[in-house]
């Protein structure tokens, strides 16, 4: 089933200004994606990092993507700690909180190589990580909030997921329903999320809330860290789906959730 067609290096964890000898060019897979670009458009650190993460692709993702879709679920958790090992899950993410600190092209490169998965689910999975559920708290968290829950996603320990689709709230995130009300320190989270990626392997999710009745629906709304642990989170349905189907998708339920205030992202 698994035939690696292209010229790999070790894969030790990528870091900027490797050798040029480490950087040699990948050449697609048959099933692989083709990038439209020319060889120019990477640089060496572009196309070393490519290298490395096409050795995990190769080695430990392509071979297994077939059962993985079969069985509606792929294990997350060891994918992305090879990830995080390699320093693939904050390239562009700040240095203080494990991250390579990269500025946003080798982001591109590194989405640009995860089309050579053999599937879609597994791409949108990492990217649910590194694009969806960690950027504002990378930008916006408090220090303790990046130490708790953006250091170990970068790191591959933790899997995040992003909790914004309602079933009354999709491509109108402004419509979602589900209320954080205050209370003393805490907030106490009800109402549901429809669609969650991740869910099932998450550690933690960060949610998108309605934090007051009196604002406008485009002017109360927050993020917030929520461990997937917390008491009243209930993982109602792995939803079965027709394609995307290695990523697990879930209905959640919020019911009386309480996490501290302090869990907001920003403001
Ligand atoms: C595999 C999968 C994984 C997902 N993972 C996540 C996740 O991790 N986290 C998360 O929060 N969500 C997730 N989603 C939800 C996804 O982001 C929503 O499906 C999306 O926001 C669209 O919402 P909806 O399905 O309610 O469609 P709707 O909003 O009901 O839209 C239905 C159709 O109407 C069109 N439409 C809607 N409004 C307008 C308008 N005003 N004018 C013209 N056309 C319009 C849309 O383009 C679409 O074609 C996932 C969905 C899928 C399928």
């Given at each position: 089933?698994?035939?690696?067609?292209g010229?790999?290096?070790?894969a030790?964890?990528?870091?900027p200004?490797?050798?040029?000898?480490s950087?040699?060019a990948?050449t697609?897979?048959v099933?692989g994606y083709?990038?439209p670009?020319?060889?120019?458009?990477y640089n060496?650190d572009h196309k070393?990092?490519?290298?490395t993460?096409?050795?995990?692709i190769?080695?430990?993702?392509?071979?297994y993507?077939?059962?993985?879709?079969?069985?509606g679920i792929?294990p997350?958790?060891?994918?992305?700690k090879?990830l995080?090992?390699?320093?693939?899950?904050g390239?562009n993410?700040?240095v203080?909180f494990?991250g390579?600190g990269?500025d946003?092209?080798?982001n591109?490169?590194?989405?640009?190589?995860?089309?050579?998965?053999?599937?879609?689910?597994?791409?949108m999975?990492?990217a649910?990580?590194t694009?969806?559920a960690?950027p504002a708290?990378?930008?916006?968290?408090s220090?303790?909030l990046?130490?708790?829950?953006?250091?170990?996603?970068?790191?591959?320990?933790y899997v995040?997921c992003?909790g914004?689709?309602e079933p009354?709230g999709g491509?109108?995130?402004?419509?979602?329903?589900?209320?954080?009300?205050r209370?003393?320190d805490?907030l106490?989270?009800?109402?549901?999320?429809?669609w969650?990626t991740?869910?099932f392997?998450?550690?933690?999710v960060?949610?998108?809330?309605?934090t007051?009745?009196?604002?406008?629906a485009?002017q109360n709304?927050?993020l917030?860290?929520?461990p997937?642990n917390?008491?009243?989170?209930?993982?109602?349905?792995k939803?079965d789906?027709?394609?995307?189907r290695s990523?697990?998708?879930?209905?959640?339920y919020f019911?009386?959730?309480r996490?501290?205030?302090a869990?907001?992202?920003?403001?």
């Open positions: 089933m698994f035939s690696c067609t010229r790999l290096v070790a030790t964890a990528f870091r200004m490797l050798t040029a000898s950087s040699a990948v697609s897979s099933r083709r990038s670009q020319s060889d120019a458009f060496e070393a990092m490519q290298t993460l096409r050795k995990i190769d080695n430990d993702i392509n071979p993507v077939d059962k993985w879709e079969e069985e792929y997350a958790k060891e994918v992305f090879k995080g090992d390699a320093g693939l899950l390239v993410r700040p203080e494990g390579l990269l946003l092209k080798f591109v490169a590194m989405n640009e190589e995860l089309g050579n998965i053999w599937c879609g689910s597994i791409p999975s990492v649910v990580q694009d969806m960690t708290l990378a930008t916006f968290g220090d303790k990046r130490k708790e829950f953006l250091e170990p996603s970068i790191k591959g320990d995040s992003l914004v689709s009354g491509s109108d995130v402004a419509a979602i329903k589900t209320t954080a009300e209370r003393g805490d106490i989270i009800n109402g549901q999320k429809m969650i991740n869910a392997q998450a550690d933690w960060c949610l998108l809330v309605n007051s009745k009196e604002q406008s485009h709304k927050s917030v860290c929520v997937m917390t008491p009243g989170i209930t993982l109602a349905k939803i789906k027709l394609g995307m990523s697990d998708t879930a209905v959640i019911e009386d959730v996490v501290p205030a869990n907001i992202i920003g403001k």
